[in-house]
C-alpha cells in the first residue's frame, strides 16, 4: 500500500500527517509505529489522521497517535498544523474551522500573520476528569517520585498533563523523572510531565516529557497546562510567552470556565509516499 503523507512541525514538535478523506486508511499500531520510527520510517513524535466530521456542524475529525502507535486525546501543536493542511491541501478555504477530537471540539484559526491559533476549550481539574488518583481537588499535589516528593499540578487540556515548577530547565531531571511520572500509578492512563521555570509573570520556560514520544521539542497542551497551573498556583498573569526547545508560544487564559487560547506557527517541512 503506497500512502501519501506530508511532514510538519510545531516549534519542532513534529508529526506525519495524512489525509484520511481523499485516501483510504485503517492503520494498524504496528504500521503506524513504522511510521514514526526515525531510523526506518518517516519518523515524528505524532501521526496525525484528518477525517471527515462525524457531527454536524463540524468541519473535520481530527485523530492522533504518538509514535509507539498509541492513540491520544488532544495535540495542541498539531492542532495548528491540522488546520494549516487543511487549507494547504484545499480540504476547506475557511480560515477558522471547528475539528472534533477524542475529548471534544476545538477551534484553530489560521491568522494572517501565517501563526494559527487555536481555542483549546476549557481546562479541568478535578481529579476523576485528569484522570490521577486522588481524594480532594486541590491546586498542588503531593507527588512521590524515586526518593522525592514532587509538587505537582494536574491539569487536563483534553489530555492529562502534571506540571511541577523548577529553578531551570536546563538542569531539570527531564530524562530521569520523566519516565517515572509518565507511567506514575495515580495516573491510570499515563500523563505528559511538565518542567516549568518561571522567568517573570508573563513568561516561563518549559520542557515536556509527553506519553509515548518522550521529550519533544515543544507541546502546545503542555504549555497551555503550565500555564493555567501558574495562573492558579498565583505565580502567572495572563498573556505568558512559554519558551520552548523548539521556540515561543503564546497562551491566553481569563480563569474560569474560560477557554485557553494558544497562539504560534506550523510549518510544512515536505511531502512524499512511503510503502506500507
Same mark, same amino acid.
Given at each position: ?6 511532514? +510538519?512541525? /510545531? $516549534? ?6 495524512? @489525509? %484520511? ?6 492503520? *494498524? &499500531? ?71 477530537? +477524542?475529548? /471534544? $471540539? ?6 494572517? @500573520? %501565517? ?6 476549550? *476549557? &481546562? ?71 518542567? +516549568? ?18 521529550? *519533544? ?60
Amino acid at each position: 500500500m503506497k500512502l501519501k503523507f506530508s511532514k +510538519m512541525h /510545531g $516549534l519542532g514538535n513534529d508529526f506525519i500527517v495524512l @489525509d %484520511g478523506i481523499r485516501q483510504s486508511l485503517a492503520l *494498524t &499500531p504496528e504500521q503506524l509505529y513504522y511510521l514514526g520510527d526515525r531510523h526506518f520510517g518517516v519518523g515524528c513524535d505524532q501521526i496525525l489522521l484528518v477525517e471527515k466530521a462525524t457531527q454536524a456542524g463540524v468541519d473535520f475529525r481530527y485523530r492522533i497517535f504518538n509514535a509507539d502507535g498509541g492513540e491520544v486525546e488532544q495535540c495542541g501543536n498539531g492542532a495548528r498544523c491540522f488546520v494549516r493542511f487543511v487549507h494547504d491541501q484545499g480540504l476547506t478555504d475557511k480560515r477558522e474551522i471547528r475539528v472534533e477530537t +477524542m475529548k /471534544g $471540539l476545538i477551534t484553530p484559526r489560521l491568522e494572517g @500573520d %501565517g501563526n494559527v491559533t487555536v481555542d483549546m476549550g *476549557t &481546562p479541568r481539574f478535578l481529579p476523576a476528569e485528569i484522570p490521577f488518583l486522588a481524594d480532594d481537588d486541590v491546586i498542588v499535589h503531593m507527588l512521590d517520585v524515586a526518593d522525592e516528593t514532587l509538587e505537582t499540578s494536574v491539569v487536563s487540556m483534553g489530555n492529562p498533563h502534571a506540571v511541577q515548577v523548577v529553578g531551570s530547565v536546563d538542569t531539570a531531571p527531564v530524562g530521569e523523572h520523566g519516565p517515572l511520572i509518565e507511567k506514575h500509578p495515580r495516573f491510570p492512563q499515563r500523563v505528559n510531565a511538565g518542567f +516549568m521555570q518561571i522567568v517573570d509573570r508573563h513568561a516561563i520556560k518549559l520542557r515536556v516529557y509527553e506519553r509515548g514520544a518522550g521529550e *519533544t521539542m515543544a507541546c502546545g497542551t503542555g504549555a497551555c497546562a503550565a500555564v493555567v497551573a501558574g495562573i492558579r498556583r498565583g505565580l502567572l498573569d495572563s498573556p505568558v510567552r512559554v519558551t520552548t526547545r523548539g521556540g515561543d508560544l503564546n497562551i491566553a487564559w481569563g480563569g474560569g470556565e474560560r477557554p485557553v487560547l494558544m497562539t504560534g506557527p506550523a510549518v510544512t517541512v515536505f511531502t512524499g509516499e512511503i510503502e506500507l
